[in-house]
């Protein structure tokens, strides 16, 4: 059952990516003309230049209404979240070495900077544009990447706080537990609360969204 999760969870995550790249590939690729269509100027279909329809803006209504309905399944699945990282900082920093904690010590006020940013940007009354919309819907899936693609976290600590190859296990060994209760956790929540967890903290600014 978990490994069937795990590669449908993989599948999301590849699509997400896919589609967020794509996006940023049209935005930012030199935009050259189609060629025309063979015998194109003979048909009686749309211009051979003719535009795709774009995709449809974010329903912000219907997300913060799904995102009330929910809230407190979503807020208990952050909560839970918060648990399980904050079981692997204490594990990770039960076996460095005063220099390995200060770096490690480093990174954590990079992160609690970061989550300071983004309770500043929760605090906002603008309503969020139809990008940043689709951006915070996106973010739990690479978050979800970095816990179950255990490789991923644990390259990246052996390489920022120098672990030897004893410590380098003990980390695994933290990760391998956590992935394990994250993958129980998802199967007991309902999917939105993954989806949403980012949003949720914004609710307040998903009126209209801004093209």
Request: with cysteine; net charge positive.
């Amino acid at each position: 059952m978990k490994q069937r999760l795990l590669i449908a969870l993989l599948t999301i995550i590849v699509l997400g990516a896919g589609y967020a790249g794509g996006v940023w590939t049209e935005r930012h690729s030199c935009k050259v003309p189609p060629a025309p269509a063979l015998l194109g100027e003979l048909s009686s279909k749309a211009a051979p230049n003719a535009k795709p329809n774009p995709m449809p803006p974010p329903n912000a209504a219907a997300l913060a209404a799904e995102i009330e309905r929910l809230r407190p399944q979503i807020e208990k699945f952050r909560a839970r979240i918060e648990e399980l990282d904050e079981d692997v900082d204490r594990g990770i920093e039960a076996i460095l070495t005063p220099a390995q904690r200060d770096l490690y010590e480093v990174e954590r006020k990079k992160h609690a900077e970061s989550v300071a940013k983004s309770a500043a940007e929760s605090a906002l009354k603008t309503p969020l544009t139809s990008e940043e919309i689709a951006n915070l819907q996106q973010r739990p899936l690479y978050k979800l990447l970095w816990i179950v693609v255990v490789p991923l976290r644990l390259d990246s600590t052996t390489r920022d706080l120098k672990l030897d190859d004893a410590q380098r296990e003990k980390v695994r060994e933290l990760l391998r537990v956590r992935r394990e209760k994250f993958l129980q956790l998802v199967d007991s929540s309902p999917p939105p609360s993954l989806m949403l967890s980012r949003l949720a903290p914004v609710a307040q600014r998903l009126g209209e969204p801004k093209k």
